[in-house]
């Protein structure tokens, strides 16, 4: 199947929603500072997820051990679009590189991307692709300091919604609202096999 590349989100004219799954300590230190605080591992790296579904495919909606919070975080775009402009692809299947220029370039990088189909209420696949971006080093220290607009705590919502869901009366209306996140630039679109 191919799958629409694009990235949909809930985003507004200052910032753009992104969602984490976290154990209870690291969730409730984040609401508390509005950024992640001691006990978030800076030296792993972390994946910010668009799409609100595809978390819930890979939280289980919030019941894996280690996933039960789940938290949505309002980027400024400003530093989402530097973060799209360094991100390289976790396979070498852009239209942009050679294989040995892609290798250079995700050795080099501090922003991953990888495409995985999106999912449905239920987890099942749908025609487009969700985007993941994993960040590290100088890249997640700035996230830290300076992205994070805003952090706000899902979990009671993602529980209530969860019941209504596995008693069929959940209504996908009451579900964040993802739309096409605009991303022009031609370089980007390449290099992350946009389409």
């Known amino acids: 199947m191919?799958?629409?590349k694009e990235i949909f989100a809930q985003y507004n004219k200052q910032c753009i929603r992104v969602?984490?799954?976290?154990?209870?300590?690291?969730a409730k230190e984040a609401i508390s500072l509005q950024t992640f605080g001691e006990n978030f591992n800076i030296?792993?790296?972390?994946?910010?997820?668009p799409s609100f579904l595809w978390l819930m495919y890979r939280s289980n909606w919030g019941t894996k051990k280690n996933q039960e919070c789940i938290l949505a975080i309002d980027i400024y775009q400003s530093n989402f679009n530097e973060i799209l402009q360094k991100a390289v692809l976790t396979s070498p299947d852009s239209t942009?590189?050679?294989?040995?220029?892609?290798?250079?370039?995700?050795?080099k990088?501090?922003?991953?991307?990888q495409w995985d189909p999106d999912r449905s209420i239920n987890g099942n696949a749908i025609n487009?692709?969700?985007?993941?971006?994993g960040l590290k080093g100088d890249t997640l220290r700035?996230?830290?300091?300076?992205?994070?607009?805003?952090i706000e705590d899902l979990t009671p919502l993602v529980r209530k919604w969860n019941e209504q869901r596995k008693n069929g009366k959940l209504n996908s209306k009451d579900l964040p609202v993802e739309r096409i996140y605009p991303v022009k630039e031609k370089s980007i679109r390449n290099r992350l096999n946009m389409k």
């Open 109 to 113: 990088t501090t922003v991953y991307c």
């Open 19 to 26: 969602y984490q799954a976290y154990n209870p300590t690291i």
């Open 43 to 49: 030296n792993r790296m972390t994946w910010i997820k």
């Open 142 to 150: 700035n996230f830290l300091s300076v992205g994070i607009y805003h």
């Open 2 to 4: 191919e799958y629409v």
């Open 128 to 133: 487009r692709a969700a985007i993941q971006i």
């Open 96 to 107: 942009s590189y050679t294989s040995a220029q892609w290798k250079r370039a995700f050795d």
